[in-house]
């Protein structure tokens, strides 16, 4: 396994002592994450790209395969530079679960129940390493996200594609405080379905990678786990 990170330069905007922290930090998640998931050859591109980053966090990523993932930050956000390296490291674990997930399963079926599994076992990957719950497996709670996964169960079998309403929205939800499609709540809801399946099988996120996602999706279907009271 080689992995070998990527700082896009021409901008100026990564560079000095913000590119060294950066660096050195994820480089130090690689070695942590590597030691718990099975893991291909890597390349991680490294970008500012404040426009893309999430609000919260100045920080986004996404892994495009078994073996690429992209890391967009935002130097100038307000909160980062005193929480910078668990962000940046919470987020590449976050990817590299991804990463690993893709290599044990050849990539994601196209439903929204793969898609809920997949980010759930990211999100407890993340909680599993750092011990502490990223905001947007939480962000959506109580009744609101009784309510959305109930309507989420429905739909575990329509391709990721097809999704009424787009699947951004059934994902991501929305700022407004929209009742049929809450702020993260396609997030908050895998990470609530993984964290109970984790918990009723004695299972950990890293050594799950690989778990079939109907094995999660029919136990939840049949009652035999119960994450949302539905």
Same mark, same amino acid.
């Given at each position: 396994?080689?992995? @070998?990170?990527?700082? /896009?330069? +021409? ?6 002592? $913000?590119? @060294? ?7 130090? #998640?690689?070695? @942590? #994450? ?13 970008? %500012? +790209? ?29 909160? /980062?530079?005193?929480? /910078? ?14 990463? !690993? ?9 196209? @439903? ?9 076992? %990211? ?24 309510? $959305? !996964? ?38 908050? *809801? ?27 999706? *029919? ?6 786990? +119960?994450?949302?009271?539905?």
């Amino acid at each position: 396994m080689a992995i @070998t990170f990527h700082f /896009l330069s +021409a901008s100026g905007a990564l560079h000095g002592e $913000f590119k @060294t922290r950066v660096h050195a930090a994820l480089e130090v #998640c690689v070695q @942590t #994450c590597s030691a718990k998931l099975v893991l291909g050859d890597l390349d991680v591109v490294v970008m %500012a +790209a404040p426009k893309f980053v999430i609000p919260q966090l100045g920080v986004n990523g996404y892994s495009y395969d078994a073996h690429q993932i992209l890391l967009q930050l935002d130097p100038d956000h307000d909160s /980062l530079a005193q929480n /910078l390296e668990h962000r940046v490291s919470a987020l590449l674990a976050h990817e590299l679960h991804h990463c !690993a997930r893709s290599l044990a399963c050849g990539g994601l079926t196209g @439903t929204f129940g793969d898609a809920l599994v997949s980010e759930g076992l %990211a999100c407890c990957f993340e909680e599993e390493i750092f011990g502490v719950t990223p905001f947007y497996a939480i962000e959506c709670m109580g009744t609101v996200l009784r309510q $959305f !996964a109930a309507k989420a169960k429905a739909h575990v079998d329509v391709p990721y594609s097809q999704l009424p309403g787009g699947w951004v929205n059934w994902m991501f939800g929305s700022w407004t405080g929209d009742v049929v499609f809450p702020y993260q709540c396609g997030y908050s *809801t895998g990470y609530g379905l993984i964290r109970c399946w984790l918990d009723a099988t004695g299972n950990q996120a890293s050594s799950s990678a690989g778990i079939d996602p109907n094995a999660v999706i *029919t136990a939840w279907q049949r009652g035999e786990i +119960a994450p949302f009271g539905c």
